[in-house]
């Protein structure tokens, strides 16, 4: 019974629940998500992905700009997206928007 | 006879990475008594605790320092009148305010004004799932109806919940009813975390220490609901010491990622440092927070590897574990620089898990509630807090 993490829907809105926040990390030059007991050290990309979401941009439109801006495949960013997406979910590090 | 050496080699004194977390003891007053407390038998009294100003300081020194999150702990925090005022300065620091708590004498205006100095997160002690069985340990009649109601305000407010279970053998069997607690509850977060044996703890030791079995089936219910709630619930384990055959990295190394600081000011690597003779612990009242954490020679002395024993030193293991902790060294091996008795190549290894298994076995002794004053005297289980 142990599933993958299930991406999100393209048409998904990808949003932080309550307690968890995105944060510049001055004294370690990084971006941080900070949660409950928990702080994870984002890449520069995970940081990129994560900068867009804001409540009200949907996966696929995270993904487009992401695949304008760095000009790389969208399958392959939605890939990339949607696993990090995913990993969050189930660490309750992200929410989805109803 | 607990001294220990000076630090051995200046190595270990090189610019430390900063912590990613502080811990705050606001305060040791509690109106629980809890016979596993993280306190010192030597609790603080009020009047020896850092003032509001102090307090301050230390947050925005915390902040300089490069910390990411502060707890807020005690004793019961919210005893201190100006929390919400510290809630709001670390927020201003940009630093993650978590408050860890009873939920003894918090209201739900209260707890509304705290969330919205800057709250961000709320951890919660839960006893048991069985309210007798709670109240016993706690030592307060009505405690978990009180932490239920809690839990329900922070549900209607939407302040992000943390469940934190301390399991031993009087609640073992539960694990799954609490499980079960913590979704009803609406916790996004629950910590199941195995009695510590220190200060309390291993005054209480023959009292609170669970069987291999009750440690298994334990185990199994966090296995089992962990696949199950997935997405759902987050679930922490924190497995007990004696029946492991390697030690944890306490506290993720000694003054690497966290430090504590006493109702008094007092800056500790973790709760249980005082117990360590022969290290000097600098005091905020004296020098800055970072100047502490990078100059202190209490700290420098078991940071990294460079100050372990072998067979640590040579060990594959030296830096995942850091060698343990040192005052379970001590308080099981009678030397804090020696091997963490927890793990299988310490010659004390078999004798501290024959002990647990001995205790474990035998009838439970009555629990010494943690109070102030009296730290050896004995309470019924029936006895109620302040």
């Known amino acids: 019974m142990s599933a993958a993490p299930q991406a999100p829907a393209s048409d998904a809105v990808p949003r932080f629940p309550p307690g968890v926040r995105l944060q510049r990390d001055r004294a370690r030059e990084q971006w941080v998500l900070l949660a409950p007991e928990r702080v994870v050290e984002l890449d520069p990309i995970a940081h990129a992905v994560l900068a867009r979401v804001d409540g009200a941009t949907r996966v696929d439109a995270i993904v487009a700009a992401l695949a304008a801006e760095y000009g790389a495949e969208p399958a392959e960013v939605a890939a990339d997206v949607g696993e990090l997406f995913a990993t969050l979910l189930e660490r309750r590090l992200l929410a989805l928007a109803t | 006879m607990n001294a220990v050496a000076p630090a051995p080699d200046p190595v270990a004194r090189r610019a430390p990475a900063p912590p990613l977390a502080v811990l705050l003891e606001l305060t040791h007053r509690c109106p629980l008594a809890c016979p596993y407390c993280s306190n010192p038998l030597r609790l603080v009294g009020q009047r020896d605790e850092l003032a509001t100003a102090d307090w301050l300081r230390v947050l925005d020194e915390a902040a300089e320092l490069g910390a990411l999150q502060v707890h807020f702990s005690g004793g019961e925090p919210t005893l201190r009148k100006d929390l919400a005022e510290l809630i709001a300065r670390a927020r201003a620091l940009g630093l993650y305010a978590n408050l860890i708590t009873s939920g003894i004498g918090l209201d739900r205006a209260r707890l509304q004004a705290l969330q919205q100095a800057g709250l961000d997160h709320l951890q919660l002690s839960l006893q048991d799932s069985e309210p007798a069985g709670a109240d016993r340990i706690a030592g307060y009649a009505g405690a ?8 329900q305000w922070c549900r209607e407010l939407e302040l992000p919940l943390t469940l934190n279970a301390v399991i031993h053998r009087h609640n073992a069997g539960r694990v799954a009813a609490m499980i079960e607690l913590a979704l009803q509850l609406g916790a996004g977060r629950l910590e199941v975390a195995h009695t510590q044996y ?15 079995e009750q440690l298994e089936a334990a185990t199994a219910a966090v296995e089992a609901a962990r696949e199950r709630l997935r997405g759902r619930l987050v679930i922490d384990y924190v ?3 004696y029946y492991a055959r390697r030690p944890k990295a306490c506290m993720g190394g000694w003054a690497q990622r966290f430090v504590n600081v006493s109702p008094e000011g007092k800056v500790l690597p973790c709760h249980a440092a005082e117990t360590i003779d022969g290290l000097r612990f ?29 067979p640590c030193r040579g060990c594959e293991h030296r830096e995942r574990d850091w060698g343990g902790c040192r005052c379970q060294a001590l308080a099981l091996s009678g030397r804090a620089d020696t091997l963490d008795p927890v793990c299988e190549r310490s010659p004390d290894h078999a004798r501290v898990r024959a002990l647990a298994e001995a205790e474990s076995r035998a009838p439970a002794p009555p629990f010494v509630y943690r109070r102030p004053q009296r730290p050896g005297a004995r309470a019924d289980g029936g006895e109620t807090g302040a």
């Open chain 2, 198 to 212: 220190y200060g309390w703890g291993l005054t209480n030791r023959a009292a609170l220490m669970p069987t291999r």
């Open chain 2, 282 to 310: 600098d005091s905020v009242r004296e020098r800055s927070l970072g100047e502490i954490w990078r100059e202190s020679e209490a700290f420098a002395r078991f940071r990294g590897t460079e100050w372990m024993p072998e």
């Open chain 2, 144 to 151: 978990h109806q009180r932490k239920l109601a809690l839990a």
């Open chain 2, 239 to 241: 497995t007990p010491d």
